[in-house]
C-alpha cells in the first residue's frame, strides 16, 4: 500500500488525475471504475481540464461506478447516475453507452445487480477502481456487518450513512434507505485501486482502514489485502496515522 499524503487538495487532486491520466494515456481502452460522492470531485474536474486541453482521451475508455441510490426517479439532481453526468461525463468525450451505474429504478432489483455483475465479467477487468471512505469504514456502499457480499447486491444503508449523505438533500427523509452496491469482492478484482480520502473528521476510520485489523467491521481495512493500492490523503485525513 502506497500511502501519499498532500499538503493542499490542488496537489491531491492533481496527482489523482494524473494517475488516471495516465492509465488512459497508455491504454485508451481502460475500464474505469468510479465513485460519486465529495471526495472525487477535485479530481473529475482536473481530468476535464486535462481533457479539455488536449491531454487525454476518454473516446474509448468503459466506467463502471460503485453504486447507485435506489428508488430515485430519473433525473433526480442526488441519483449517481445525475451526478456522473453533471460531474464528468458531460464534460468528456466517453460515449454514454460505455458509461455503466447501476439501475436504482430496475423493477427486479435483485436481476439488475446480477446483470451488473454479468455485464463487468464479460468486459475486461477493472484497471482502476476510485474510492472514498465512508465515516464508519464503508467502500461502495458496503456496510460494516458480521459478513460482507463479494459480488453487487442490493444494501440496506445505514442511518450514519443516511446522515452523512442528508448534506445532499433536503432533508434526511428525502434520503433513500437502500442503495445497489458493487460487492468487495468485486471492488478487490480491480489491478488497481486508487483510496482517496480528505478531512479531519475522517482521519480515525483512515487509521482503522489502513492500520487497524482486516474486519468486516470496517469494510476498507480489506483493502490491506489487495497489492496495488494508492491511498490519497489530505494532511487531516492522515492525522492520526503512525
Ligand atoms: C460513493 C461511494 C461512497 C463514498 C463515501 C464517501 O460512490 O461509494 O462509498 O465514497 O460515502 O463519501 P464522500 O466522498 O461524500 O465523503
Known amino acids: 500500500m502506497n500511502i501519499l499524503t498532500f499538503e493542499t487538495n490542488e496537489e491531491l487532486n492533481q496527482v489523482g488525475a494524473n494517475i488516471i491520466a495516465s492509465l488512459v494515456q497508455t491504454n485508451p481502452y481502460s475500464v474505469l471504475g468510479l465513485a460519486t460522492g465529495s471526495t472525487p470531485i477535485g479530481i ?21 461506478n460503485l453504486d447507485e441510490y435506489v428508488g430515485l426517479p430519473e433525473g433526480h439532481q442526488e441519483s449517481y ?9 458531460n464534460h468528456i468525450d466517453i460515449p454514454m453507452e460505455q ?10 432489483l435483485h436481476a439488475e445487480c446480477l446483470s451488473y455483475d454479468e455485464m463487468m465479467s464479460t468486459s475486461k477487468q477493472v484497471d482502476m477502481q ?27 444503508l445505514k442511518e450514519q ?10 432533508s434526511i427523509d428525502e434520503v433513500p434507505t437502500q442503495a445497489i452496491t458493487m460487492g468487495v469482492g468485486t471492488i478487490l478484482k480491480a489491478k ?3 483510496l482517496v480520502v480528505r478531512g479531519k473528521d475522517k482521519a ?17 481495512s480489506l483493502l490491506q489485502t489487495h497489492s496495488n493500492v494508492v ?6 485525513a492522515a492525522g492520526e496515522l503512525q
Do not use: W
Open 44 to 64: 473529475y474536474q482536473e481530468l476535464i481540464r486535462q481533457y479539455q486541453n488536449g491531454l487525454v482521451s476518454f473516446k474509448h475508455v468503459t466506467s463502471f
Open 81 to 89: 447516475r445525475t451526478f456522473m453526468n453533471n460531474q464528468l461525463f
Open 99 to 108: 458509461t455503466h451505474v447501476p439501475n436504482g429504478n430496475a423493477e427486479d
Open 130 to 156: 476510485l474510492l472514498g471512505l465512508g465515516h464508519n469504514g464503508h467502500i461502495g456502499f458496503n456496510e460494516p456487518d458480521d459478513t460482507l457480499n463479494g459480488g453487487t447486491h442490493l444494501v440496506e
Open 161 to 170: 450513512t443516511r446522515e452523512a449523505n442528508a448534506r445532499f438533500f433536503n
Open 192 to 194: 488497481m485501486i486508487i
Open 204 to 220: 480515525s476510520i483512515v487509521k482503522r482502514a489502513l492500520q487497524g485489523p482486516i474486519t468486516t467491521d470496517c469494510p476498507a
Open 231 to 236: 491511498v490519497l490523503l489530505d494532511k487531516e
